[in-house]
């Protein structure tokens, strides 16, 4: 559970890192259609990523919530039903923290992709 929270403040903070970074860069004077095409796709890929974390952090919520019943189930006798939805939503957990993780590899890929084709055709 740590792990999640973990992982999704580090992602969190990297989304504000990117952020930063664009507000950060000057205005081109004439922007460059290739520029603008990247910009296109890494503001994509930031909203695929945010899309994920929302959901991830809803589902941890529910697991969280889930988690609270079932120690409380424990005490007072277990109910197969809540163990049913807990494990469900622990899976669910565990395919949105998944998805997320591919939405910020796909995002970390294509900023390095036009980098390494940059130094690659300066040093070739």
């Known amino acids: 559970m740590s792990d ?11 989304l504000d890192r990117i952020g930063r ?5 000057a205005p081109v ?4 259609s290739v520029l603008q095409e990247r910009l ?7 909203q695929a ?7 991830l952090r809803a589902s941890n919520t529910q697991l969280r919530a889930l988690n609270t019943q079932l120690r409380n189930a424990v005490t007072e006798g277990l109910s197969p039903q809540l163990i049913d939805v807990a ?5 669910e957990a565990l395919h949105a923290q998944r998805t997320a993780d591919a939405a910020e590899v796909d995002a970390i890929l294509a ?14």
């Open 49 to 55: 990523l945010d899309v994920e974390l929302q959901r």
């Open 4 to 14: 999640i929270s973990g992982l999704e403040s580090r992602i969190a903070a990297a």
């Open 29 to 32: 004077s004439e922007p460059d």
């Open 40 to 46: 296109a796709s890494q503001q994509t890929q930031l």
């Open 21 to 25: 970074g664009i507000e950060a860069q």
């Open 87 to 91: 494990v469900a939503a622990e899976v």
């Open 111 to 124: 900023e390095l992709k036009p980098l390494i084709e940059e130094s690659t055709n300066a040093a070739g």
